[in-house]
């Protein structure tokens, strides 16, 4: 028995059976590459499902936590901690909200921004019922609050908490969002770039329209950036790209590159109108660690310029992924994406493409049944994106 096999066997008898895992046990990383029990090397565009924007084996970073783990790991929300005001400050500069909360996921940061909307909207009107516009194909998590605005009823069936609270529109469709709102409307959460519904970007005149009708209707935008946030996009969070700003913004993934954390932030407008004290909290939410990783995290973003690496290097990612797909036109039908999310929708089932992939030492992963999904580190160069053609080339050709 292998390594491997030994490691899948253990978890398979132990834990609970809810993730259909590739059989792949990862050990080890180092920049753009991990390594399996077997020793095993394979090139990463999926990064964590878009959490290692850093690369593995970051020197800083490791340096940074091991630095924070000699001096507090946690406090609770009882106490201040160091970590947490610096990471509080560094991430509002960079979002350009103004009051933030740390949590351990994404999931509970998109839980912190709905009770901060019905907390909004509880305090203009008195009463709690009230609604939120969702988006069909959407994902947001998979709590309950977070799998009740998530437009996949199949993900959502046995859950459904707030049935006939949530309605469900048209991604890049405003009028069908205009249908919905009504006078119990408080807020319409979106993803700025649509991830595990295919990877679609918001159209510019939709999130504009939706920005607006908000403004128009006195409801609050939300603005789930979990995946796309963070350079993913091309700039620090997407929405920038579109010149509208959220009222509330989720945030996680590559927030900690690895370590757990998330954020929901918010305008000083819904600060001064939702939460209070002891309207949330969390044991964990907002430690020193976690916080020490987000400092980190964000310096390096800002020292070395991440950004405009992805910027840069993104005619270089699109331009290997158009000629795979003009190669292939009966098997790829398009790409599309925005930065370093990007995805080939393909012909037949993205499965075999994958588990080919992994043979061959590249690591993607699907966003549906039929789209392949590129997530790699942020430090990728045009090697590894050569690299990456290469070997997709070859699987492509043979499945």
Known sequence: MSNSEKYMKLEDEYTLQTYARYPIVIESGDGVYVTDADKKKYLDFAAGIAVFALGYNNRELNDALKKQIDLIVHTSNLYYNEPAALAAKAFCE?????????????TEAVEGAIKSALKYAYSKTGTDDHEIIAFEHSFHGRSLGALSVTGNAHYREGYTPWEGKVKFAEYNDPDSVKALVNEKT????????????GIHPAQP????????????????????????????????????QYGVRPDILTSAKALGCGVPVGAFAMTQKVADRSLTVGDHGSTYGGNPFACAAVCEVLRQFKEKDIVSHVRRLTPALESALDELQKKYPEKIKERRGKGFMQALELAGPAAPVIKESQKNGLLVISAGANVLRLLPPLVIEEEHIEEMKNILDKVISAT
């Open 94 to 106: 960079v979002s350009g909200m103004d009051r933030v909360f740390f949590t351990n996921s994404g």
């Open 186 to 197: 408080c807020a319409v959460i979106m993803e700025t770039v649509q991830g595990e519904g």
């Open 205 to 240: 005149g939709f999130i504009k329209g939706i920005r607006k009708l908000c403004d128009e209707k006195g409801l609050l935008l939300i603005l789930d950036e979990i995946q796309c946030g963070l350079g993913r996009s091309g700039s620090m969070y997407a929405f920038e």
